[in-house]
């Protein structure tokens, strides 16, 4: 998976999730949201159409969603003690069957 951010000189501070690798680029498989995320922030994740990686695919384990949306929370608050940040990329972010490793 993909997660991170950019301030859009729009909207602000934006956070994004999608499908990690070349798969983000070809098939525009991203989800992004306002910053800070409001509600559940696993829903990033859920609309990336890539994310076969967080369920059962290829006889492994489901993905661990709540460290995903571990991961886009802390990333979010990295943009509220940072303003400074103008772009953020953390890519690949691997959702394993417990936690997540970068």
């Known amino acids: 998976m993909l997660v991170g951010a950019v301030r859009d000189p729009t909207f602000g501070p934006v ?8 798969l983000v680029d070809l098939f525009a498989d991203s989800a992004f949201r306002l910053h800070p995320p409001t509600g559940d922030a696993a829903r990033y994740g859920r609309r990336a159409e890539g994310r076969g990686y967080l369920g059962a695919i290829a006889r492994a384990p489901p993905g661990d ?3 995903l949306r571990d991961v886009i929370m802390r990333v979010s608050a990295l943009l509220t003690i ?5 772009e953020l990329d953390l890519s690949p972010v691997r959702v394993l069957a ?5």
Do not use: K, L
């Not at 417990?98 to 970068?102: E, L």
């Open 65 to 67: 969603e709540a460290a």
């Open 82 to 86: 940072g303003p400074e940040i103008q």
């Open 98 to 102: 417990s936690g997540v490793t970068g």
């Open 15 to 22: 956070v994004v999730c999608g499908t990690g690798g070349v």
